[in-house]
């Protein structure tokens, strides 16, 4: 075995045979010689073991140093296969090839019968030791045998390498010295033997700091394999405790998964069971009805006269019975099979959960969204769910997510409150100004309108007015003021009889109406607004009616009559156009009348709860707002009627109101209100929290004397009709 590595050793790796003429390149890596010619590319070398690339020597390869070390191995297994062989030896000293018989275990050669004689009979090799071969062979004795080393052949001269050029640092032949090195160009020459002597004494002293290397290398690789020993260790006890955690995890994630499961088994039995109630009914309801048709069919087709008669009572009186429960009958699945899994992959150790809800995304809606926000306040949306049916849900566990996606920065997902009545919440607050987008999806889709985009803004505390219009004091007392489409508005002179329109520029376009009660005259208006279509309706407040005109004040229609009934209107005041209804305030019946855009009457709101209300406004999130001037505050309805409470309180500190005359909710949800009796304007947030107020009795810019209308601009402006003094003033809050 020991021989087969040796051997190993000594074969090439580029023909895997022993080594011929082996040669060290620069990266110590030995090859045959042969075999180094055919890995030269040029001028370079390309070591196959370590891909090191070296240049070749000028001479070419037979110049690269040779590897005696190897070739005194080479020559050390050649020369035991020769002593352990049975095959004849020849003399390795003369030119006749005799057998060789005797071994000199000093030269480790071969020599015949007549060499031997002159080698033992020679001064040079006084001393040597002879051995016959065969006693060798025959008896099998280890011999230490130590081959010659073979004279080195100077390259250029073909002659033995004999003498060292101390100043070149290199062995030299006799050849040599007479023509690259000679004496006479300062080369000192001597003899290898005494230079031999010198060099080992100084490579001794070379390999000094190798030694001390090679012995500091054996400590730290024992020292890193200790190391490397005890990160096996630790690894393994890391291991374990890894095993441990995730058998422990294991065992709660199937308690976790036991538990989904019998929650979805309950919550499934319960689908199932009023399903089958509701099919029960079905079923129950069916049967009657196909008995009173089989009893009707009967006395129809087969029965006698007498039974025709006596059974026609019965049968209409089960028929009118039966088209009761018919009729209340649920013909749609009251349980939807909407249970889907989901995975929570941030959640640990509650991993997944099953969501029951039966939300659809594409009927589902959202409320409570403004069109801007201010920056640095929060921001409430409410998620409404319907079924895919379009029936609003009664219960929540329905998967509704909402991100915001701002205009700059990560996306941002919020929590969501599951309110468990089918409407889910989310709050946010915008930290910077632009646009930002709200992504809302059920089930993994987003809802209609979703994504939404919404602007937020810088809010500033209001001042000073950036602008007057007055058209060259031509305008008389100015009340309601309405924005349209592309920024044109409209405010009612309410002494000239006259709507004036303005646009984006805030120039004068036209006026239209005059004094009188015909279609298309006008009688002391007040309030206005436009819908969708830039349709504009006018508060004919002396004519008691509501008169609706084209932009260009052609007359389109009207609706409402002297008096307190339904559809009836008693000094129309106020306007709001909100969802394609039309709210309007009746300052003498203390309430809000609602119709459609063709004047068709809905209902009332507020009988019984106002006092000379003035202006009415919609907010997003579906509440109506009324200036109740007798009340002296901010009156609060749903859409249905239903009373919610009030902003402000009697008087004329922050916060307190005095004789309110209109009101209009800003781009971020703000609420700005007029006041008749403290000749200002407050504003509230949308939970009716004072925030600011400005004004202050006068004619001087910034100053009202009885301000009446308010509205804001689709860039954030606000615009008030000073009503005393006869001007539009144009104040900015952004």
Do not use: W
């Given at each position: 075995m020991a021989a087969k590595k040796i051997k190993m050793v000594l074969t090439c790796p580029v023909c895997y045979e022993l080594y011929k003429k082996p040669k060290y390149l620069p990266c110590y890596h030995s090859y045959c010689e042969e075999c180094l010619v055919k890995l030269q590319v040029g001028s370079s070398i390309t070591c196959p073991e370590c891909r090191k690339t070296s240049v070749a020597p000028s001479g070419g390869v037979k110049d690269l140093p040779n590897n005696f070390f190897i070739n005194r191995i080479v020559d050390e297994m050649a020369l035991k296969e020769k002593l352990e062989g049975d095959e004849d030896v020849k003399c390795d000293n003369c030119i006749r090839n005799d057998?060789?018989?005797?071994?000199?275990?000093?030269?480790g050669v071969f020599l015949c019968n007549h060499c031997h004689e002159s080698h033992k009979y020679s001064r040079e090799y006084q001393g040597h030791h002879m051995m016959m071969l065969k006693e060798i062979r025959s008896e099998k004795?280890?011999?230490?045998?130590?081959?010659?080393?073979?004279?080195?052949?100077?390259?250029?001269?073909?002659?033995?390498?004999?003498?060292?050029?101390?100043?070149?640092?290199?062995?030299v032949c006799q050849y040599c010295t007479i023509r690259e090195h000679r004496l006479e160009d300062g080369h000192d020459h001597n003899t290898v033997k005494k230079m031999a002597n010198k060099q080992r004494a100084e490579l001794d002293k070379i390999m000094e700091p190798v030694e001390k290397m090679i012995d500091g290398l054996a400590k730290a690789h024992k020292k890193v394999s200790s190391t490397r020993d005890r990160i096996g260790s630790q690894a393994s006890e890391v291991e374990q405790q890894i095993d441990v955690y995730y058998e422990q995890l294991q065992r709660r994630l199937q308690q976790q998964r036991e538990d989904l499961k019998k929650e979805l088994c309950e919550v499934s039995a319960q689908k199932k069971k009023a399903v089958s109630l509701q099919l029960e009914q079905m079923e129950y309801t069916q049967a009657q009805l196909e008995s009173v048709k089989e009893l009707s069919e009967f006395a129809v087709k087969s029965g006698s006269d007498q039974e025709a008669l006596f059974v026609k009572k019965q049968v209409t009186e089960d028929v009118k019975r039966l088209t009761d429960n018919y009729n209340?009958?649920?013909?749609?699945?009251?349980?939807?099979?909407?249970?889907?899994?989901?995975?929570?992959?941030?959640?640990?150790?509650?991993?997944?959960?099953v969501y029951y809800g039966d939300a659809s995304h594409a009927h589902s809606d959202i409320t409570g969204i403004?069109?801007?926000?201010?920056?640095?306040?929060?921001?409430?949306?409410?998620?409404?769910?319907?079924?895919?049916?379009?029936?609003?849900?009664?219960?929540?566990?329905?998967?509704?997510?909402?991100?915001?996606?701002?205009?700059t920065g990560d996306v941002?997902?919020?929590?969501?409150?599951?309110?468990?009545?089918?409407?889910?919440?989310?709050?946010?607050?915008?930290?910077q100004t632009g646009e930002v987008k709200l992504l809302i999806t059920i089930n993994g889709k987003h809802i209609k309108g979703s994504p939404y985009s919404v602007q937020t803004r810088q809010y500033s505390a209001i001042n000073k007015p950036s602008k007057i219009v007055n058209d060259g004091g031509r305008m008389g007392h100015l009340w309601g003021i309405a924005f349209g489409k592309d920024g044109v508005w409209a405010v009612v002179d309410h002494s000239n009889h006259c709507v004036c329109i303005f646009d984006s520029q805030d120039q004068l376009v036209r006026r239209f109406g005059s004094k009188g009660n015909e279609n298309g005259r006008l009688s002391s208006p007040e309030g206005l607004a436009f819908d969708d279509n830039n349709h504009l309706y006018v508060a004919d407040i002396n004519n008691n009616r509501v008169q609706k005109f084209d932009i260009n004040g052609g007359y389109l229609l009207e609706f409402g009559k002297g008096g307190s009934?339904?559809?009836?209107?008693?000094?129309?005041?106020?306007?709001?156009?909100?969802?394609?209804?039309?709210?309007?305030?009746?300052?003498?019946?203390?309430?809000?009348?609602?119709?459609?855009?063709?004047?068709?009457?809905?209902?009332?709101?507020?009988?019984?709860?106002?006092?000379?209300?003035?202006?009415?406004?919609?907010?997003?999130?579906?509440?109506?707002?009324?200036?109740?001037?007798?009340?002296?505050?901010i009156s609060i309805f749903t859409l249905d009627g239903n009373y919610v409470g009030k902003i402000g309180t009697p008087g004329s500190n922050r916060g307190q109101l005095s004789s309110p005359t209109s009101l209009t909710v800003d781009l971020c949800g703000f609420i700005m209100v007029t006041e008749y009796g403290n000749n200002r304007v407050s504003i509230f947030d949308k939970d009716g929290v004072f925030i600011h107020c400005f004004g202050s009795s006068g004619s001087n810019t910034g100053q009202f004397s009885s301000p009446y209308g308010i509205a804001c601009s689709p860039n954030g402006s606000v615009y008030i009709s000073d009503c005393g003094n006869k001007r539009i003033q144009i104040f900015s809050n952004y």
């Open positions: 057998p060789g018989i005797v071994l000199c275990v000093d030269c004795k280890d011999v230490n045998v130590r081959p010659k080393p073979k004279p080195m052949l100077c390259a250029e001269h073909d002659m033995e390498l004999n003498l060292y050029c101390e100043t070149c640092e290199q062995l209340k009958l649920d013909t749609e699945s009251v349980e939807s099979t909407n249970m889907t899994f989901h995975e929570l992959e941030h959640s640990l150790p509650q991993f997944s959960m403004p069109s801007h926000i201010p920056v640095g306040k929060e921001c409430k949306v409410i998620i409404i769910t319907k079924s895919a049916n379009g029936v609003p849900c009664t219960k929540g566990a329905s998967k509704v997510f909402m991100q915001v996606q701002p205009r941002i997902t919020v929590p969501i409150k599951d309110n468990q009545d089918g409407s889910y919440t989310a709050s946010f607050l915008a930290n009934g339904d559809g009836d209107l008693s000094s129309p005041d106020g306007i709001a156009v909100y969802n394609d209804k039309v709210f309007v305030v009746e300052y003498s019946n203390n309430r809000i009348s609602v119709f459609q855009c063709d004047g068709q009457f809905i209902h009332t709101i507020g009988s019984g709860q106002l006092s000379r209300p003035y202006d009415v406004a919609v907010t997003d999130n579906n509440q109506v707002l009324v200036a109740d001037f007798g009340n002296h505050c």
